[in-house]
């Protein structure tokens, strides 16, 4: 399985501190945010790591990252010129993915947790993570039918449940096809959640409740959050 991490976009919701940097170059504690979901996939098992962010950023990325030696991983570099969606995004590791199972993981999400059995677990079709929230209205949102997936709604006003889909998937190689056929949505862009749902009409697609902490560092305030929960539990995160 190889993983890619998404660390494009505009950060439009943390000016003017992304001015001038990249939102996941931005610090959480002791680290810079970037650090956080290429720690999650190296706990998971995952050496290699395609990162995909913006033009003006590339080289600062690299500056700070490298190849990954000094993490023990592999990491290799792409550009999104536009920010046209996450799964336009995805599309891009095409050529670095290959045939291989893919880890996806959004920059800007934290977690505790230790996902190597549920990652060693996958085998085929799609796998997401899910998280009871208090604001669902903020997220894609699955409803299951026991432990089934049975339907994805992207920010909906009237959430059928507080179970929001998290920025972590796991996917097979078709999943490539999948985005070539995809209709960009109302706000021009391709959408993660069109991806899960083709897997959940097919019924190929499972979840996992994560557990203990997740933070999506992509405001002031969780921004603030994140690093206070960090600095206090700095064992959890140590590379």
């Excluded at 001015?19 to 002791?30: C, Q, S, V």
């Excluded at 995809?182 to 994560?210: C, H, M, Y």
Aim: charged fraction near 25%; proline fraction near 3%; glycine fraction near 8%.
């Amino acid at each position: 399985m190889k993983g890619v991490l998404l660390a494009g976009g505009r950060g439009t919701r943390l000016l003017p501190l992304t001015k001038l940097t990249n939102k996941h170059l931005l610090p959480i504690f002791d680290k810079q945010m970037v650090y956080y979901p290429l720690l999650t996939l190296c706990k998971a098992g995952i050496r290699e790591v395609l990162i995909l962010t913006t033009p003006q950023h590339l080289k600062d990325f690299k500056k700070l990252l490298g190849d990954g030696n000094d993490l023990k991983m592999k990491l290799s570099y792409k550009v999104q010129k536009e920010a046209s969606g996450i799964a336009h995004a995805l599309a891009l590791s095409k050529s670095f993915v290959g045939k291989d199972n893919l880890a996806l993981i959004l920059g800007d999400n934290i977690f505790e947790e230790d996902f190597s059995a549920a990652f060693k677990s996958f085998k085929s079709g799609a796998r997401i993570f899910l998280k009871a929230v208090k604001d669902p209205q903020r997220f894609g949102v699955a409803t299951l039918a026991g432990k089934k997936v049975v339907e994805i709604i992207e920010k909906p006003k009237n959430p059928k449940t507080n179970l929001a889909v998290v920025g972590l998937y796991l996917y097979d190689a078709r999943v490539f096809d999948i985005v070539k056929n995809l209709k960009p949505s109302q706000r021009g862009e391709l959408e993660i959640t069109d991806v899960n749902n083709w897997f959940v009409k097919a019924g190929e697609i499972d979840s996992r409740n994560v557990k203990g902490k997740w933070m999506d560092a992509g405001t002031f305030e969780s921004l603030v959050s994140a690093s206070d929960y960090v600095k206090k539990n700095r064992d959890k995160f140590a590379l």
